[in-house]
């Protein structure tokens, strides 16, 4: 099937590892141009670097939640690729504590995260999305947002807060034809897991995972991996995707309780 992603200019924060980097590879072989970010631009660009010799590529540095350095980055965006179709926001990190672990300060620097490193890059990209004909914005959320697990609680408050912004913004969007939609993400096998694999002095990955998927009750038994969200994350941008907007799709493996 022809997702009718060629040539289509698509933003990605956080493209420098796990489902961001999945998700540019994945945008690459469709055909997509790409603005890609992250804070270490270095790491960023050696990740990528096959990717410039397949597409248009631009790169920034850019903290998502410093309002300024993502201005620069969006506009460097639209002018390097000619406009947008389509953003990902998709940077961010968990807080793995009790509440009792965690300083007020961690709880805004969290909030900060996850609300304004999206609302900064929507609103900047707002009126490039305005033009396209097609323009989409896929938020990355996860399953968190609707259950909230032991020793992630400012992390899931956090992102039930950014799911119900991301269903507003769906609303105040319609009016410039921008679809946006979120992907509620369990746990997959990234970044993140690897550093608290590395923590755990644990030396076998597959079977510490299949111990934390069996705890957190995932129903296939396993971690995601990356290109299984790159998918879902992918088609959601797609312009054969116009009447889902506003909607929030669960790639958890069914670790999800709710109905
Ligand atoms: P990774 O750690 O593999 O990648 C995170 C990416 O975000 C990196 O490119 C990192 O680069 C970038 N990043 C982090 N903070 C910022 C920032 N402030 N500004 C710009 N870029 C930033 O993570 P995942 O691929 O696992 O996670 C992707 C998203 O999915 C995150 O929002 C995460 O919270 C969410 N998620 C992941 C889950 C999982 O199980 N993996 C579960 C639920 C949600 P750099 O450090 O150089 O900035």
Not at 20 to 31: M, N
Not at 242 to 247: E, K, L, N, P, V
Request: aromatic share 6%; with cysteine; glycine share 10%.
């Amino acid at each position: 099937m022809d997702l009718q992603l060629t040539g289509r200019r698509i933003l990605i924060t956080g493209a420098s590892s796990g489902i961001g980097l999945a998700t540019a590879r994945l945008l690459a072989e469709e055909g997509a141009t790409l603005a890609l970010c992250a804070r270490d631009e270095s790491r960023l660009r050696c990740a990528t670097a096959d990717l410039a010799a397949t597409t248009d590529v631009v790169y920034a540095s850019c903290d998502v939640t410093d309002r300024s350095s993502v201005d620069a980055f969006v506009d460097a965006a639209v002018q390097g690729l000619g406009g947008l179709d389509g953003v990902v926001c998709n940077a961010g990190r968990s807080l793995m504590r009790t509440l009792d672990e965690t300083t007020d300060d961690e709880i805004r620097d969290e909030f900060d995260l996850k609300i304004f490193g999206v609302l900064n890059v929507i609103r900047a990209a707002r009126p490039a999305l305005a033009k396209s004909d097609a323009g989409a914005v896929v938020v990355v959320n996860a399953i968190l947002s609707r259950q909230p697990e032991l020793r992630l609680a400012v992390t899931a408050a956090a992102r039930a807060g950014l799911l119900n912004l991301s269903r507003s913004l769906a609303g105040e969007y319609a009016a410039d034809g921008i679809r946006v939609n979120s992907v509620l993400l369990g746990l997959i096998d990234t970044g993140q897991w690897q550093r608290r694999f590395t923590e755990s002095g644990s030396d076998d990955f597959a079977a510490w995972s299949a111990e934390i998927a069996h705890d957190r009750g995932i129903a296939l038994g396993r971690f995601g991996t990356a290109d299984e969200l790159a998918f879902p994350v992918t088609t959601l941008l797609s312009p054969r995707n116009s009447y889902m907007t506003g909607a929030a799709l669960d790639v958890g493996g069914g670790v999800h309780r709710y109905v």
